[in-house]
C-alpha cells in the first residue's frame, strides 16, 4: 500500500509500497491445531468495517452462474460474492492458530459444469520455516470444506501472487485439477482435489528460488501453462491437446517485456488467447511488459500492447512499469480489458479495446471515483488515485459494461465504464498491529494497522469516517497509546514521509505533528507510551532489520526529546495507568522486568530470571491498578505481578498465553474481564476470564478462528463482555456474547 518503509508484514515479498504482506508469527512450541471446542460461551462474531485495504490478487466471475464470483487475497483468505446483499462472504475463517499459513490463497478455480464446485490452493510462504500448502475443496461454494495437505509449499504472498490463477479444472474431464507450483513443477489431481502427483511430460524445471508456473488456462480443450523462469529468450508458455504430452508453444514473443507470462484469457468468440507479460513477475519489482494475443486456429502470435513502457512523463520521470490484468468480455468477441501494473510516475491504468487489441482507450482517463463508503483511499489527499498494483481484473460475463479490479487497498467496480466505487464490503484485509478501546468519547476503538496507519473507528459498521489519521499521514502504524487518567490525549508513531509521530486532544479525532523528533525516528520508529496524565512520552527505535536503539524521552509534548540510557533497547513502554511516575519495561532479551519511579528519567531491574529469548512476548498492566502487571509469554505460560514487577508468580490456569488485554468488569466482579488469545488445555483460542483468570471460558468457535491472532487483544471497558481482536489480515474482529 502507501507505507514509504518497510513494515513487519513486508519481510520478504515486496516493498514498503505493500499492499497486504504478513508479519512471521513466531508459533515454535506445543500449541496444537484447534479441536472441537471444549463448552463455553455462545458469541456472535463481526469485522469492524474498514474496507478492504489489503492487496486482491485475484478475481474470478463464475462463467455459469449470473452474479456469482470469488476473490483471493494474499494474507486474508478468500471471499464469495453475494448478490443479493453485494457484499463479500469471508470462506476461510475457520483455518485456525496452526494453519496461519493457510491464510495466503495462491489460487482458486471453479468448474463451469458444476456450478457449486469450487478449489482453493492455499499457502503463504514457501519457505523452510512455513508449512506445506493445502487445496481446499468444496460442493456448496465455500460454505463447507474437503481439505488435502500437499507435499509442496506455496507462496501466496511472495512475488508472483497477482500472476494466475494456478489452478485449473480440466474442461475434459472434471475430475481432473491441475495446480502449477513455484518449486514443484505442475501438479495433476484425478480425483478432484483428493491427491495429487506431479504431472508426466511437462518441460519446466522446477528450482529452488524460481516462479515456476505462474499460470494455467483453458483455450477450448487446449490446456496452456505459463512458465516465470525463462531468461526471455527460452520457452515461457507450454501447452497440451491431451493431457499426457506438452510442447512449448511455437512463435512465442521473447525478449525483456515478454520475459515473465503474468495472467492470459481465451475469447471464445475469436480463438484468441491474450496474455499479459513482464519482465518480473510482480506486484513489485516490473519495468518493463507487453500485451501479446495467439490465434489459437492457426497459432499466429499478434503484439497488441497498448502503450510501450519506458516513455517520460510530464514531470520528466521514467514510465516504467509491467502489465497485469488481462480479461474478455464473453458477450462481445473481441472486447477486453488489460492493466498496467506497478507503474508509479503516470499511475496505472485499465486499458479496453473493442477490436481486439488494435486500438484502446485508457478508463482512468475518463474515470469519475466515489469513496465516499471508504474515505481512507484519499490518502489525506483531496481524491483517489485510479490504483496501483493491478493484477486481479475481471469482466462480468453476464455484463459487459460490469468490470472490477483489485490494487494495493480495495476492489474497484464500474457497471457503466466511468463511475467507479469500491466493490469491497465485508471483505476486509487489515494487518493489525495495536487496539485501543477508549473509556469515554464517541469512538469504542482506535486501531494501529500495516500499511493504513491508525484510524478512528466512530461506528464499528462503516468505514471510519475521517480514513486514515492525517497530518501526518502514515502507512503502517508502529505506536499508539492513550493516556489513562486524560483519554482526550492519543499518541501515535509509524512510517511516514512527513514526520514519524504525532497527538490528538481530542481522543484521536484529529491530529499535530511531533515539533521535533529524534533523527533514529524516520528509519526506526517503534512503539510508543504515555504515562497517566499524559505529561510524559517515552519513544522506542527498532529499525526493520531488527537493530535495536535507545529510548527517547519527552516531556514537553514532543517538542524536545532527551536519551533514556537505562531503558533496555527495543523493549516495548508501558506506563502504569494509575500513577504517572511509573513506566515499566520487559526486557525480552534477559527475562528482566525493569520499573521507573521518576516518570521514566531512569530504570532499575526488578524481576529476574523471567523467560527470555522472544521479542513477541508482551507485557500488559491491569487498568485502574498501580503495580498491577500481567506478562504472556507464549507457551511458557501467563504470569503476574501485584507489587510493580518485584516479583511474578506463574498462573496456572493456563499453559500458553499469546496476548492479553482487560475489559470492563463483569456485574457484581471486582476485577476486570480479562480476555486472552492462549491455551488452559490443547487448543490455542479465545478466552475471557471474570474472576481474574481464576477460570477461563472459551468465547470463539471452530469458524471463527483466523489464523495467527497473537498480536494484541481488548475488552471494552464500557460494554462487558465485548472484546477486539488483532488478526493478521482478517483486520479487526470483534465479538459480543450471543
Not at 13 to 21: E, I, K, V, Y
Not at 479 to 495: E, F, H, I, N, S
Request: aromatic share 10%; proline share 6%; hydrophobic share 35%.
Amino acid at each position: 500500500m502507501h507505507a514509504s518503509r518497510l513494515s513487519r508484514r513486508a519481510v520478504l515479498a515486496g516493498t514498503a509500497a505493500a499492499a497486504a504482506l504478513t508479519g512471521l508469527p513466531s508459533l515454535a512450541g506445543p500449541a496444537s491445531a484447534a479441536e472441537p471446542a471444549a463448552a463455553g460461551q455462545a458469541y456472535r462474531w463481526r469485522t469492524a468495517v474498514m474496507g478492504g485495504t489489503g492487496f486482491i490478487t485475484g478475481v474470478l466471475f463464475h462463467p455459469s452462474v449470473r452474479g456469482l464470483a470469488y476473490a483471493r487475497t494474499d494474507i486474508g483468505g478468500a471471499y464469495r460474492w453475494d448478490d443479493r446483499t453485494a457484499s463479500w462472504i469471508p470462506l476461510t475463517d475457520h483455518l485456525g492458530w496452526d494453519d496461519w499459513n493457510l491464510l495466503g490463497v495462491e489460487a482458486m478455480a471453479v468448474d463451469p459444469a458444476y456450478p457449486n464446485r469450487l478449489y482453493l490452493a492455499l499457502g503463504t510462504y514457501s519457505q523452510s520455516w512455513a508449512a506445506n500448502g493445502a487445496v481446499l475443496r468444496s460442493d456448496d461454494r465455500g460454505a463447507t470444506w474437503t481439505r488435502t495437505d500437499l507435499s509442496v509449499k506455496l507462496g501466496a504472498n511472495e512475488d508472483g501472487r497477482g500472476t494466475g490463477e494456478r489452478l485449473l479444472v480440466d474442461p475434459r474431464d472434471s475430475n481432473v485439477l491441475w495446480l502449477g507450483t513455484r518449486h514443484d513443477g505442475l501438479l495433476k489431481s484425478a480425483d478432484r482435489g483428493a491427491t495429487w502427483a506431479a504431472a508426466t511430460g511437462f518441460p519446466g524445471s522446477p528450482s529452488a528460488t524460481g516462479q515456476g508456473v505462474t499460470l494455467l488456462v483453458a483455450a477450448g480443450r487446449t490446456l496452456y501453462a505459463g512458465w516465470g523462469d525463462s531468461d526471455g529468450s527460452t520457452p515461457n508458455l507450454f501447452r497440451t491437446v491431451d493431457g499426457r504430452t506438452w510442447e512449448a508453444v511455437p512463435g512465442r514473443p521473447s525478449g525483456t517485456a515478454a520475459k515473465v507470462p503474468i495472467r492470459a484469457a481465451y475469447d471464445r468468440g475469436t480463438s484468441h488467447l491474450y496474455v499479459t507479460y513482464a519482465n518480473a513477475p510482480g506486484p513489485n519489482g516490473q519495468s518493463d511488459g507487453s500485451v501479446h494475443k495467439l490465434c489459437t486456429l492457426n497459432g499466429k502470435w499478434t503484439e497488441v500492447t497498448p502503450v510501450k513502457p519506458g516513455g517520460t512523463t510530464a514531470d520528466g520521470s521514467a514510465d516504467t512499469f509491467g502489465y497485469g490484468g488481462v480479461a474478455v468480455d464473453a458477450r462481445r468477441p473481441g472486447t477486453l480489458v488489460v492493466s498496467t501494473n506497478n507503474r508509479w510516475a503516470a499511475v496505472d491504468t485499465v486499458f479496453r479495446s473493442t477490436d481486439g487489441g488494435r486500438t484502446w482507450t485508457s478508463l482512468k482517463d475518463t474515470a469519475v471515483f466515489d469513496v465516499s463508503e471508504t474515505p481512507y483511499l484519499k490518502w489525506g489527499q483531496d481524491k483517489p488515485k485510479f490504483g496501483w498494483w493491478i493484477q486481479a481484473l475481471a469482466l462480468d460475463p453476464y455484463d459487459s459494461r460490469h468490470i472490477v479490479y483489485g490494487t494495493g487497498a480495495t476492489l474497484y467496480g464500474t457497471r457503466d465504464l466511468r463511475n467507479w466505487a469500491p466493490q469491497i464490503r465485508g471483505l476486509e484485509e487489515t494487518s493489525v498491529r495495536q487496539l485501543i478501546s477508549p473509556p469515554v468519547g464517541e469512538a469504542h476503538l482506535i486501531s494501529g494497522n500495516g500499511d493504513i496507519g491508525v484510524m478512528y473507528h466512530e461506528s464499528l459498521t462503516a468505514s471510519p469516517s475521517r480514513g486514515m489519521a492525517s497530518n501526518p499521514v502514515f502507512g503502517s502504524a508502529t505506536g499508539l497509546a492513550q493516556a489513562a487518567a486524560k483519554p482526550a490525549y492519543v499518541v501515535r508513531t509509524g512510517w511516514g514521509d512527513n514526520g514519524n509521530g504525532a497527538y490528538s486532544n481530542d481522543g484521536g479525532q484529529t491530529w499535530a505533528p511531533f515539533k521535533a523528533q529524534p533523527s533514529l525516528a524516520k528509519d526506526a520508529p517503534g512503539p510508543i507510551a504515555t504515562n497517566a496524565d499524559g505529561s510524559v512520552l517515552l519513544w522506542v527505535f527498532v529499525h526493520g532489520d531488527g537493530t535495536k536503539y535507545p529510548a527517547y524521552r519527552s516531556t514537553d509534548n514532543g517538542a524536545t526529546w532527551s536519551e533514556v540510557s537505562s531503558f533496555p533497547k527495543g523493549a516495548t513502554p508501558v506506563a502504569d495507568p494509575a500513577d504517572p511516575t511509573l513506566f515499566y519495561a520487559y526486557d525480552t532479551d534477559t527475562g528482566t522486568l525493569l520499573a521507573s519511579t521518576d516518570s521514566g528519567r531512569t530504570f532499575t531491574a526488578r524481576a529476574t530470571g523471567l523467560p527470555s529469548g522472544d521479542p513477541q512476548f508482551e507485557l500488559v498492566a491491569a487498568p485502574g491498578r498501580v503495580g498491577d502487571l500481567w506478562l504472556s509469554v507464549k507457551w511458557n505460560g501467563l504470569y503476574r505481578s501485584t507489587d510493580g514487577g518485584a516479583s511474578f508468580s506463574k498462573v496456572d490456569s493456563c499453559w500458553a498465553s499469546y496476548t492479553l488485554g482487560f475489559g470492563k468488569a463483569a456485574d457484581g466482579a471486582d476485577y476486570p474481564a480479562v480476555y486472552m488469545v492462549g491455551s488452559t488445555e490443547t487448543i490455542t483460542a479465545v478466552y475471557r476470564s471474570d474472576d481474574g483468570a481464576k477460570t477461563w471460558v472459551r468465547i470463539n468457535d471452530d469458524q471463527h478462528q483466523w489464523g495467527w491472532i497473537g498480536e494484541t487483544i481488548t475488552g471494552d471497558p464500557r460494554i462487558h463482555g465485548r472484546v477486539y481482536i488483532a488478526t493478521n489480515g482478517r483486520g479487526v474482529q470483534y465479538g459480543e456474547p450471543a
